[in-house]
T-cell receptor, first 111, second 116 residues
Framework: LAKTTQPISMDSYEGQEVNITCSHNNIATNDYITWYQQFPSQGPRFIIQGYKTKVTNEVASLFIPADRKSSTLSLPRVSLSDTAVYYCLVGPKAAGNKLTFGGGTRVLVKP | EPEVTQTPSHQVTQMGQEVILRCVPISNHLYFYWYRQILGQKVEFLVSFYNNEISEKSEIFDDQFSVERPDGSNFTLKIRSTKLEDSAMYFC??????????????FGPGTRLTVL
């Protein structure tokens, strides 16, 4: 499994855009990049997944450069409720596959 | 929106006792998982379950642990003889089939297990 590296923590303010970059130098050809969000005392929640270029949904955007060795999760105009831990996961999309979580990035949104 | 549910939300037990953590996955899902998260640490995979059998398990999932899907709706994790170090938040997750979608795993709210 490709190892991922992401910042331990980030602070932001309400209304700002938050960008979290994840490094995954050993990503394999069949690996996808997936981001999950976890609020305190809750289970992780899927945010977005991509393979290459850019993916956008109603919550976030995911930017993946051509070499796929890193990716950036972008959260537009964050609010206090976006304070959470964000995990970057890299692995195959196959249904039975376990998720391997790293330490994640603790994002604190301040008023 | 369908969701994974878990009971109880908090379980307190004495060391050496057996506990059963219960989960009701999303009804049409086929793949089921248990993860745990010790306080302040990362989420760790325990076991995956498909077609009524374990498909993968981690080193944590030793002989003290077992899983079962007894009735087609519940998915349980049993810890036979709890240890202090089993204290953690236990998350159940489920996932649909391989075809289509992002293949995301849907997590339940967790059961906080405290072993005294």
């Amino acid at each position: 499994l490709a190892k991922t590296t992401q910042p331990i923590s980030m602070d932001s303010y309400e209304g700002q855009e938050v960008n979290i970059t994840c490094s995954h130098n050993n990503i394999a050809t069949n690996d996808y990049i997936t981001w999950y969000q976890q609020f305190p005392s809750q289970g992780p929640r899927f945010i977005i997944q991509g393979y290459k270029t850019k993916v956008t949904n109603e919550v976030a955007s995911l930017f993946i450069p051509a070499d796929r060795k890193s990716s950036t999760l972008s959260l537009p105009r964050v609010s206090l409720s976006d304070t959470a831990v964000y995990y970057c996961l890299v692995g195959p999309k196959a249904a039975g596959n376990k998720l391997t979580f790293g330490g994640g990035t603790r994002v604190l949104v301040k008023p | 929106e369908p969701e994974v549910t878990q009971t109880p939300s908090h379980q307190v037990t004495q060391m050496g006792q057996e506990v059963i953590l219960r989960c009701v996955p999303i009804s049409n899902h086929l793949y089921f998982y248990w993860y745990r998260q010790i306080l302040g640490q990362k989420v760790e995979f325990l076991v995956s379950f498909y077609n009524n059998e374990i498909s993968e398990k981690s080193e944590i999932f030793d002989d003290q642990f077992s899983v079962e899907r007894p009735d087609g709706s519940n998915f349980t994790l049993k810890i036979r003889s709890t240890k202090l170090e089993d204290s953690a938040m236990y998350f159940c997750a489920s996932r649909g089939s391989t075809s289509g979608g992002d293949g995301e795993q849907f997590f339940g709210p967790g059961t906080r297990l405290t072993v005294l």
